[in-house]
């Protein structure tokens, strides 16, 4: 797919015909009678709206978010965006992809390098065997290890990649290793572990093979309810595995978004579940503020991302 022209790279009043993954297709209706399409196309470096305004019929029973699709549009500014104003669009098998990769974000570093890297701090830094061995029952289940590879962090706030999981684990690991030095009263283990768990329900609250979404389970369940079900299980297949450890590791997974209004079930109430509830949030925001940088969107001037909900504000792009 040497001649992909990637969504970062539309201009305005261009004239484009290629494949795309198709993440939205709807029905709306027109101001003045009748139905348009609106859709959303992505790549691995970003996304466009779309719209469809003649021709539509039939073209939504044959479509669905997930599917590659070739497309043709011409790029218009509309509210400061660019959007796709679409002529032509049909389904594409997926054995005619040639490279899939470049419509999926992914972490800049290889998700094996990241895996490797947190096997080797657990065996580096983690101390309490007991801990330990519950970690790499979890780490190298080899069920669990290619979901791990592909899961982003969040379906769209931070981290939302491939791979996006397992940096955000590594940046908190590499955070808390050297928070932990200002406050030696803290246990390392604990910390540790709470993190290496916090996030991991969002291997089945969200999908990730195609669109990022979520499943039944994750919008039933959420990952914090379903991770705190999965890690006692795993508690109970080792012997004697010591109740402290065990109530401090499930309270960290219970709090670990620190807020009741930001959905969890406790407020941080120990050391360790407070310090893993700060660092994910700073990890969680500096990311985001990262990507809305150097996602160069279009807004009402150039030195400045649009609004973003996350931060309720406007972000400076210009770097010192």
Do not use: C
């Not at 959420?222 to 991770?227: D, F, V």
């Amino acid at each position: 797919m040497d001649d992909h022209i990637f969504i970062k790279d539309l201009k305005p009043e261009s004239k484009v015909e290629g494949i795309y993954l198709l993440k939205l297709i709807g029905l709306r209706d027109k101001k003045n009678g009748g139905h348009y399409l609106l859709m959303k196309f992505a790549d691995m470096s970003g996304e466009i709206m779309g719209m469809m305004w003649d021709r539509i019929e039939g073209v939504i029973d044959n479509l669905k978010p997930g599917d590659f699709v070739r497309v043709r549009f011409r790029v218009q500014i509309y509210n400061n965006n660019l959007q796709a104003v679409v002529s032509k669009i049909e389904k594409v098998s997926d054995r005619d992809i040639k490279n899939s990769d470049i419509y999926f974000p992914t972490s800049s570093i290889p998700a094996e390098t990241l895996y490797r890297a947190i096997v080797e701090f657990v065996e580096r830094e983690i101390m309490d065997e007991k801990i330990k061995e519950l970690v790499f029952r979890v780490y190298r289940d080899p069920e669990l290890k290619p979901m791990m590879l592909k899961a982003p962090a969040a379906k769209s706030l931070h981290h939302a990649y491939r791979g996006g999981y397992l940096e955000h684990v590594l940046s908190l690991l590499k955070l808390a290793k050297n928070v932990m030095d200002i406050y030696p009263y803290v246990n390392k283990d604990i910390v540790y572990t709470g993190i290496l768990f916090h996030d991991l329900g969002k291997l089945w609250e969200l999908s990730y093979e195609r669109e990022f979404n979520y499943t039944t389970k994750g919008r039933l369940l959420g990952h914090i309810a379903i991770e705190y079900e999965f890690i006692s299980d795993k508690m109970k297949e080792i012997t004697d595995f010591p109740e402290e450890y065990k109530l401090h590791i499930q309270h960290i997974i219970l709090s670990h978004h620190g807020e009741l209004e930001f959905g969890s079930p406790k407020r941080p109430k120990t050391p360790e579940a407070l310090l893993v509830s700060t660092i994910d949030n700073l990890d969680a925001k500096m990311n985001a503020m990262k990507n809305a940088i150097d996602s160069d969107l279009q807004s009402d001037h150039p030195d400045w991302t649009p609004y973003l909900p996350m931060f309720e504000r406007v972000i400076f792009k210009k770097r010192p």
